[in-house]
């Protein structure tokens, strides 16, 4: 199993109705993704408007504050759902076209990558024994597999794969503090980039 839990280890935040929090900022990171990827136009920033790296930020920190696996789940599917809504109404109200079938492609996406990124926010804050350190180096993964792969090997974009590789960095040192977890999640990374990399594959393969 993913999740291992600790009887004395709960999420970190005195729990909220997580659900609306889901949707909420879900539809706030969608709706903000829009303008943003003319604000920041062709500047080195420009990929993390253009990334799927940032999407898995929300699923994964409502995740950790999940009651259960099955919770967080759902928060995680439900922010990523809201998200793929919040950008396309923006998208549509500034006059961009929105197609139906990139819409549902994106919010099947969203349902598989929300899930994922929701049990492994909830395995990072929880998980003990064999399974620590998994949950992190998923989220870690995905924006170093992005940055690699996508940005730079294929994509050509060697700012944006920097800028995707350095927070990746930056996750795997700030998450590894929630319980010394840094040689367990490096102990994780490599079958993480794995998955990520397949991920991607699949993704690509299908938009």
């Known amino acids: ?116 990124l929701g049990v492994a926010g909830r395995s990072w804050w929880t998980a003990t024994g064999r399974w620590r350190g998994l949950g992190a180096a998923l989220l870690v993964a995905a924006w170093l597999a992005e940055g690699i792969g996508v940005f730079g090997l294929l994509l050509g974009y060697a700012g944006s794969a920097v800028v995707s590789c350095f927070v990746g960095v930056a996750l795997a040192v700030g998450l590894g503090r929630h319980g010394r977890q840094h040689r367990a999640l490096l102990g994780w990374l490599l079958p993480a980039l794995a998955a990520g990399a397949l991920g991607f594959g699949v993704l690509l393969a299908v938009l």
């Open 1 to 116: 199993m993913l999740l291992e839990t600790s009887p004395t280890d709960r999420p970190p935040v005195a729990r909220l109705a997580t659900w609306p929090a889901a949707v909420l900022v879900g539809t706030a990171v969608g709706a903000l993704t829009s303008p943003a990827q003319t604000l920041l136009g062709d500047t080195v920033l420009s990929g993390l408007t253009n990334a799927v790296g940032p999407w898995l930020l929300a699923p994964f920190a409502l995740g950790a504050r999940a009651r259960s696996t099955r919770a967080a789940v759902a928060v995680g599917v439900l922010s990523c759902v809201a998200q793929v809504a919040g950008y396309y109404a923006v998208s549509a109200a500034r006059g961009f076209a929105v197609y139906a079938p990139t819409v549902a492609e994106w919010v099947v996406a969203g349902v598989v990558g929300g899930a994922v």
